[in-house]
């Protein structure tokens, strides 16, 4: 499992993210945007969800974060596929959908 040692920990493997979207960076950007919010709103559905529902929410979570090379978040979701809830995958979602918010906004402000 991918661990996060601190907050300033790069979460997006930048080189597969440059290989999926061949270079964009403007793409790449819009990507990351996109994954954030959908990772804001799952953590919202996550707190309340039944098991099938949170069993699926971790399944197209870990997916779309593979494709775009966030192995944290993808580790954290594999977790929570599983019947029984795992609250401390849940946890650790939570703190890393937070790192990966800031660094996501961190590149949007960065001039590139």
């Known amino acids: 499992m991918t661990q996060l ?4 920990t790069n ?10 979207t061949m270079g964009d960076a403007r793409l790449a950007g819009e990507l ?10 799952a953590m919202r559905e996550l707190a309340t969800a039944g098991p099938q529902r949170r069993i699926a929410i971790a399944h197209s979570l870990k997916g779309t974060a ?10 954290c979701a594999a977790a929570l596929e599983a019947p029984l809830l795992d609250a401390a995958a849940l946890d650790r979602l939570g703190h890393v959908a937070t790192t990966l918010g800031a660094q996501v906004r961190g590149r ?3 001039p590139g």
């Open 108 to 110: 949007v402000r960065s």
């Open 32 to 41: 990351l945007e996109m994954f954030v919010l959908q990772l804001d709103a």
């Open 66 to 75: 593979r494709s775009l090379g966030i192995a944290a978040v993808a580790d």
């Open 11 to 20: 979460l997006i493997d930048e080189s597969h993210l440059d290989r999926q």
């Open 5 to 8: 040692k601190d907050s300033r």
